[in-house]
C-alpha cells in the first residue's frame, strides 16, 4: 500500500520511483522480483550502467555481447581501450584470431584454405570452422 501522504509506493529491491516503475541505475529487467544488476564488464563497458529494459550495457570500440565482454567479428585483444580491429586475411578461408588478432583457420577446420574438417568434427561452415 502507497504512503496516502507522499503517494511513494514500497518498492522491490533495486526498483524506483513513486509508482515503483523504474530500475535504478546499474539495474534492469523491472519484474515482479525487482530489478536485476546490470553486470557490466569494467574492461570492455563504457559504464556500468545498461539499458533498463535489455540489459545491453554500452560498449567500448569494437566490443560487444551484452555485458561488453567480448571483441565483435574482425576485432581482437580486449583492453580499457577496446578491442583492435584485425587487420584483412589475405589468405581464402582464414579468420583473425579473437585473442591475437593473427589470421588463422577457423575451430576445426584444416587445410590450405581451411575447408575441411579436422577428424571427430563436422558440418564445415565457412568463417565459421566445423
Known amino acids: 500500500m502507497c504512503d496516502i501522504v507522499s503517494g ?5 529491491l533495486h526498483v524506483i520511483g513513486r509508482a515503483c516503475d523504474y530500475c535504478q541505475d546499474g539495474f534492469w529487467g523491472l519484474s515482479n522480483q525487482g530489478c536485476q544488476q546490470c553486470h557490466c564488464d569494467p574492461v570492455g563497458s563504457n559504464n556500468g550502467s545498461c539499458n533498463p529494459r535489455t540489459g545491453q550495457c554500452p560498449c567500448k570500440k569494437g566490443v560487444g555481447g551484452q555485458r561488453c565482454d567480448i571483441c ?7 583492453t580499457t581501450s577496446g578491442c583492435s580491429k584485425c ?5 581464402t578461408g582464414h579468420i583473425c584470431d579473437p ?11 584444416l587445410g590450405p584454405t581451411c575447408s ?3 577428424p571427430n568434427s ?3 561452415e565457412p568463417g565459421k570452422g566445423c
Open 116 to 118: 575441411l574438417c579436422q
Open 99 to 109: 585473442d591475437t588478432g593473427r589470421c588463422v583457420c577457423p575451430p576445426h577446420t
Open 87 to 91: 587487420d584483412v586475411c589475405v589468405k
Open 8 to 12: 511513494q509506493c514500497p518498492c522491490k
Open 122 to 124: 563436422w558440418g564445415f
Open 72 to 78: 565483435l567479428p574482425g576485432h581482437y585483444g580486449l
